[in-house]
């Protein structure tokens, strides 16, 4: 910040102090995150980015059908349902899996 005074003539003239803490502002992190998730919000982001490709949804839904169909009296399903649900546990959980390597492969680059 600087102070304005007036000169003998009646210009204008202006003080600049450098180096003093109460006119300088701290300055801003100029650090760069360039990983995608934090340790917090990895798991919800991640299955939501899972889950956006529709193989995945569909294979879910079908499982879900078979899981009330096996376990529940409303209709007969004569396949068990973790024949669709395990694989599908599988291919998510190495998806996450590579995910996590890379974000945090990403984190300390």
Known sequence: MG???????????????????????????NSVKTSKYSWIS???????????RNGNI????????????YYSPWFYS?????TTLGPLAVVVSVSLAQEGYTDARRHVS
């Open 3 to 29: 102070l304005r005074k007036k000169d003998n003539e009646g210009e204008e003239s202006r003080t600049v102090d450098f180096g003093r803490q109460e006119c300088n502002p701290p300055f801003a992190d």
């Open 42 to 52: 990895f798991f919800p982001l991640a299955i939501r980015e899972q889950f956006r």
């Open 58 to 69: 569909y294979f879910a839904c079908v499982g879900i059908l078979m899981f009330v169909g």
């Open 78 to 82: 004569s396949v068990n349902p973790w």
